[in-house]
Every structure is written in structure tokens, then in C-alpha cells.
């Protein structure tokens, strides 16, 4: 099989754009992860005094801030990746809005954009601030207890290591 430079075996674009909006994200997961969990600590006390409850908060807006900083990048990368994203229909020959647009979208063409800026320019112009933010609430529905389950999990195991070797 013959890949043409810059693109996957998927057909879709590789670049170093696409990790980097990971670094702030990241930032805003686990920075406000630890920033809610000293902010939720009883006066004198310390984290081990946290609830479930608490923690579950904590971890859950941890979720919601992840994606409140990496959606709008996202957004810009599956534009500049899948074109439109969507699937054309034979038939009538528009835009479908169908399941399989978000489950096989087509790569953009080759040459429809330049490069990040023209998506974000292109999107300004054609879609507004909004398009931006397209898909936020059932991430943001997902985020909240996902995230919530993955800090619950993550105080759990370090509670159980803390037990068995509490000297590591």
C-alpha cells in the first residue's frame, strides 16, 4: 500500500498541531483536579479527609475543564482532517445528517485548506465563535461522571498502595 506523505494508513493528515493542544488541556485537568481537592479540604486538614463525595466533584470538573480548553482545537483539527466531516449523499446529493456522517467522515481533499489558521478563518467566517464549541454538551455530559470515576479510581488505588507500602 502506498501512503501519500503526511497522511495515515486512514487517509487522514498528521501534524505536530495535533498533540500539542494536549499540553494545556492537560494543564487544566490536572492543575484543577488539585486545585478543587485543596479548595474542597476541610480548615487545617488535608486531603485524606476528603469524601467520595468531594473527590467525585473534583475529578468531575476536572473532566469539564479538560475539555472546556482542548474542544476548540479539536474542532480545528477534525475540520482540517475530515474536511466538513460529513458524508455526501448519492441520492439527493446534499449533506446528510445521518449516523455515519460522525462514524465515516470523509478526508478533506486534498488542498482544501492550508493549514489550521485557514480552518479557524474559515470557520469564523462561515460559522461564527459557536462552531467552536460544536459537539460541547455531550462531551461535557460524558466528561463529568467519566472523569469523576477516573479520579475516584485513581484516590482508591493510591489509598490501597498507600496501605501495602506506605513508605514508596
Known sequence: MIIPEGRTESGVTERP??????VPASAAYFGGYEMIQRALVPEGGDRTQLG???????GGMAGIFNWMVAIPPDV??????????????????QKTTSLLEFLLPLPAPEGKY????????HLMREEGIRA???GA???????FPANA??????????YGLNKVAPNL
Open 76 to 93: 480545528l483539527k477534525s475540520r482540517l482532517q475530515t474536511g466538513e466531516g460529513m458524508l455526501l449523499t448519492i441520492v439527493s446529493g
Open 149 to 158: 470515576c477516573c479520579f475516584m479510581g485513581y484516590e482508591v488505588a493510591m
Open 132 to 134: 467552536m464549541y460544536r
Open 137 to 143: 454538551v455531550p462531551v461535557m455530559l460524558r466528561a
Open 52 to 58: 467520595v463525595g468531594r473527590t467525585l466533584f473534583a
Open 114 to 121: 492550508r493549514g489550521v489558521r485557514d480552518v479557524f478563518a
Open 17 to 22: 498541531y495535533f498533540v500539542l493542544p494536549d
